[in-house]
């Protein structure tokens, strides 16, 4: 009896421990060491793509700023002048002209294909007949390369051969002048553009659009919403998220758009399709001022990650009503 109350087995021990108080004490100690592991694990789990942003966007953003404050071209002595690069860009009419262009171009480009893609993503959801068919051609421009896309699409809208103005003609209207003409060569960009980007956001919209409990619709139909309120007060609140993702990746994707204004247009006629990186490449490799070049590539970034934060910043006051944002 002596050995068991001096060695009890262990439950009793425990018991005997909380009892005299050192499990509570030893709790924090364990807690704190607990948590301490936990903060190395996630120290250790997130530090290869941190690392990975380093390496691959935060020490380029800082070289280009760098040189952004340099005379940098190719053969000479390479100069530091200070603010003089982004005075002479603040100071050029043309540069406004085409800021204002592609903040224009962003916002009709975005906002065209989150409306395509959306109409497209409810007719598939509301049991579209040969709706595998549907989504098969809905995927079917990621299997084109980006430039053999635009470049059918240049020849589609070629004002002598193309097959848009044969429709058109034979219809009895005026042929369209789609790339000489400034308006019409940018609307010929923005419907490559849509074109090209509408497809993805659909399928993300559709994936999200399935998401929704069927018990919520049922319940709004029984309660007498029609259609469209079904839409605005279900549906859409649910496929918000999903939306809103959309609308920053397409937002930072038309900032940077290049390879569809080179192929279709070359930024013509004169500088009417020209957008911002459009004009750092002609700056840059044109005339070999990248010290200029650079500059011009910050005011991208810059207005990129405006445009970003005010999505994010309408996406977070959706989703989180009560939050201070």
Same mark, same amino acid.
């Given at each position: ?24 004490? $030893? ?11 936990? *903060? ?5 789990? %997130? ?23 340099? *005379? ?12 003089? $690069? ?7 009419? %043309? ?6 262009? $592609?903040?224009?171009? %962003? ?40 430039? %053999? ?73 029984? *309660?007498?919403? $029609? ?23 397409? !937002? ?10 080179? !192929? ?62």
């Amino acid at each position: 009896m002596a050995d068991w109350l001096s060695n009890p087995p262990g439950q009793y021990r425990k018991i005997r421990m909380v009892r005299n108080g050192t499990v509570a004490a $030893n709790a924090p100690r364990q807690r704190k060491r607990s948590r301490t592991s936990e *903060d190395i694990l996630a120290i250790t789990a %997130v530090a290869p793509p941190i690392l990975l942003l380093l390496l691959f966007i935060a020490i380029p953003a800082i070289v280009l700023l760098a040189t952004a404050f340099t *005379d940098y071209s190719p053969g000479i002595p390479t100069k530091f002048i200070g603010w003089k $690069n982004f005075v002479t860009l603040f100071n050029s009419s %043309v540069f406004y002209s085409i800021l204002l262009r $592609n903040i224009a171009y %962003v916002i009709g480009v975005v906002s065209l294909q989150l409306i395509v893609a959306l109409g497209i993503a409810l007719l598939l959801d509301n049991e579209l007949p040969y709706r595998r068919v549907w989504m098969a051609l809905l995927i079917a421009p990621f299997a084109i390369s980006p430039v %053999v896309g635009v470049v059918i699409w240049k020849n589609l809208l070629d004002p002598s051969y193309g097959l848009v103005n044969y429709i058109i003609s034979s219809l009895g209207l005026p042929t369209i002048p789609w790339m000489s003409n400034p308006w019409t060569s940018m609307v010929a960009v923005v419907i490559v553009a849509v074109w090209r980007g509408f497809p993805f956001i659909a399928i993300i919209l559709f994936a999200a659009l399935r998401g929704i409990p069927m018990e919520v619709k049922e319940a709004a139909k029984i *309660d007498g919403a $029609n259609a469209f309120q079904i839409f605005w007060y279900v549906r859409l609140p649910f496929i918000m998220p999903a939306l809103s993702i959309m609308a920053l990746f397409e !937002t930072i994707f038309a900032v940077r758009e290049f390879d569809t204004i080179q !192929t279709m247009t070359g930024g013509g006629p004169g500088t009417s399709t020209s957008l911002l990186s459009h004009y750092l490449y002609r700056t840059a490799f044109g005339t070999f001022r990248f010290g200029m070049g650079a500059s011009v590539g910050w005011v991208m970034l810059a207005l990129t990650m405006l445009m970003a934060a005010l999505i994010i910043w309408r996406a977070y006051r959706d989703m989180f009503p009560g939050a201070k944002a």
